[in-house]
């Protein structure tokens, strides 16, 4: 079974100049500081063969957090944006049968960002977008980027939310337990969060044909859905939903398994949303190739849909 892998990161340490220094609050032992950052910015000498020794037939490539969410200046983010993608987009030149790309965007600047997507996919052939979270503290449901969800969906290419942008809030249950913050437990509930804002905010009856990428089995999501339903039915609503909020995951909202390496998880997450609802993804390097695909491997689903999951529902969606 070949696999395709749709949140695989990589840094362009030039980048980091260019950019604001910012406060590392996740607490990582030197030795994993050091393999990722061996690993994030290379593509030939531990990348591919990593990908060869375990079947992966594609990684789409997208920028690691922070990414263009760190820049606070909307004119240096529109400016590193195009830097980033056309360094992504010389990187699959190289390997175009290895690597494809989602774009990332000076959200700085609604206006530029959709500009950017319209380059980075109609003349880089770029398969979508990835954003990091909020930009500076405003979220996707923000009136100001209603132009770019009327470009995605014209495009016909997916946005992928992603966690990872400089924290705006001191949550107090954190503090004192930097262990929370990050991947741990903060950047579900808050990649989370923004997802559900954008579905009662009404983004997805608005834009019927978007597409929304959620990595780490939905942030969790799927498996609130019921509850999700039956507390909307007890809210007092201004403007009321098209639908039930649980019946845009799988439609409008789509899920990985980017660092759920759990099989039962994964048998989970399609049992709840559905076959042609869930991706496969690495999270590489932040997590361990073999023990991703052995998370579908193992898995107790009749192999169609393993095949699904491998690879046949990111060709569909992604258009490969």
Request: glycine share 6%; with cysteine.
């Amino acid at each position: 079974m070949t696999y395709i892998a749709l949140e695989e990161a990589f840094i362009i340490p030039e980048l980091f100049s260019r950019q604001p220094s910012s406060p590392q609050k996740i607490q990582v032992s030197d030795q994993y500081v050091k393999d990722w950052g061996r690993r994030l910015g290379d593509f030939e000498e531990h990348r591919l063969p990593d990908m060869d020794a375990h079947g992966i037939d594609i990684q789409i490539l997208s920028l690691s957090v922070p990414g263009i969410q760190a820049d606070t200046d909307a004119g240096a983010a529109v400016d590193n944006a195009q830097f980033a993608n056309d360094f992504l987009a010389q990187t699959i030149a190289r390997h175009p049968t290895r690597f494809r790309g989602f774009a990332a965007l000076p959200l700085q600047d609604p206006a530029a960002a959709v500009t950017e997507l319209q380059r980075c996919v109609e003349q880089l052939g770029f398969k979508g977008a990835l954003v990091n979270d909020h930009t500076q503290g405003r979220y996707l449901d923000d009136p100001a980027y209603e132009e770019l969800w009327s470009a995605l969906e014209e495009l016909r290419v997916p946005l992928y939310l992603h966690p990872g942008s400089l924290p705006c809030d001191d949550w107090r249950v954190m503090r004192g337990r930097p262990e929370m913050y990050g991947a741990s437990w903060s950047w579900q509930a808050e990649t989370g969060g923004h997802a559900m804002r954008l579905i009662y905010a009404g983004v997805f009856d608005r834009h019927p044909a978007a597409t929304l990428i959620l990595g780490h089995l939905g942030e969790f999501l799927p498996f609130q859905r019921s509850r999700i339903d039956s507390r909307y039915r007890s809210l007092r609503v201004d403007e009321p939903l098209q639908r039930m909020p649980s019946q845009y995951f799988g439609s409008n909202i789509l899920i990985t398994t980017s660092g759920v390496l759990a099989p039962e998880a994964v048998q989970a997450a399609v049992l709840t949303i559905g076959a042609d609802a869930v991706m496969f993804a690495v999270d590489y390097p932040y997590e361990v190739t073999a023990d991703a695909v052995a998370s579908i491997e193992k898995a107790d689903l009749p192999s169609q849909v393993k095949e699904k999951v491998a690879h046949l529902n990111a060709r569909r969606v992604l258009r490969i």
